[in-house]
């Protein structure tokens, strides 16, 4: 309970929740639309934005947000409209991302920043302003899911019944494909680039082998993300060791837990 008294620990904690709130939302979406490998695209791209900031002066966080908000509207138009697998289109945005982030680093004056908080991820190094950008983005999506549910399911379960319905798809993709491109860049402070796919998919699929309802899934998550982020913070905190990977590996831990008492129960 001492480290409740520390103001890095309450603002990893705070963190902890916005970021989880934000994850369970979007990764319900990315999961129900099988958009695992786009996150994980826009998540790498998101290093060449990193990369350019550093060798620019600014920004770096913020530069990745522009770089991965137009990667992810580059995948979608490309993938839609030139007569190119979504597949391909991501493993190009993906190599690009890394390539432009090593180059962009190694050309940059001075001493190599430190880039293991952004890789790996470091939760006590998070700040009250990346809690503040959070906890805005937080708040848009809970209006924005509790305004638009009904249109976002269907979108994200049946695209050519969203058509028929007269619902306008292309400006709710393009709309969850920005919000999953700045989930993605604010949430890299608490697991890192290597590692966020996870965070964004393994609460949702956790809570899927329980129920199929979008609510309860997201729900679920939220409070599943939320749960893994203090137990592996407190845990790394203690044992020493990365927080963002212990995070990921209590989450991974979890679901076999849970997956292996299902079975048991089901055989």
Request: hydrophobic fraction near 60%; charge should be positive; charged fraction near 10%.
């Amino acid at each position: 309970m001492d480290l409740l008294h520390y103001s890095f620990f309450q603002h990893a904690l705070i963190g902890s929740l916005l970021t989880a709130i934000a994850c369970g939302i979007v990764g319900t979406y990315i999961v129900s639309r099988r958009l695992v490998f786009i996150s994980g695209g826009i998540t790498h791209a998101s290093f060449g934005g990193l990369g350019l900031g550093f060798y620019l002066g600014m920004n770096p966080i913020l530069m990745a947000m522009a770089f991965s908000v137009l990667s992810a509207f580059g995948v979608e138009w490309v993938s839609k409209t030139q007569n190119i697998r979504e597949d391909s289109a991501i493993a190009g945005v993906w190599s690009l991302g890394m390539a432009l982030g090593v180059v962009f680093i190694f050309l940059t004056p001075g001493y190599a920043p430190n880039l293991s908080a952004y890789l790996f991820g470091n939760i006590l190094t998070i700040s009250k302003g990346d809690i503040y950008w959070i906890a805005g983005l937080s708040f848009v999506l809970v209006i924005l899911f509790s305004l638009f549910l009904r249109e976002i399911v269907y979108v994200a379960f049946d695209r050519d019944f969203a058509v028929t319905q007269q619902l306008p798809v292309k400006w709710i993709e393009y709309i969850m494909m920005f919000f999953i491109a700045v989930t993605i860049v604010l949430s890299i402070r608490l697991v890192g680039i290597m590692l966020l796919m996870s965070l964004l998919t393994l609460p949702q699929i956790t809570v899927n082998l329980f129920t199929s309802d979008f609510k309860k899934i997201i729900w679920g998550s939220i409070l599943i993300g939320f749960l893994g982020c203090v137990a592996g913070l407190v845990l790394s905190y203690f044992l020493n060791v990365p927080s963002g990977a212990f995070i990921i590996l209590v989450l991974v831990v979890f679901f076999l837990i849970v997956k292996a008492i299902k079975y048991w129960f089901n055989r």
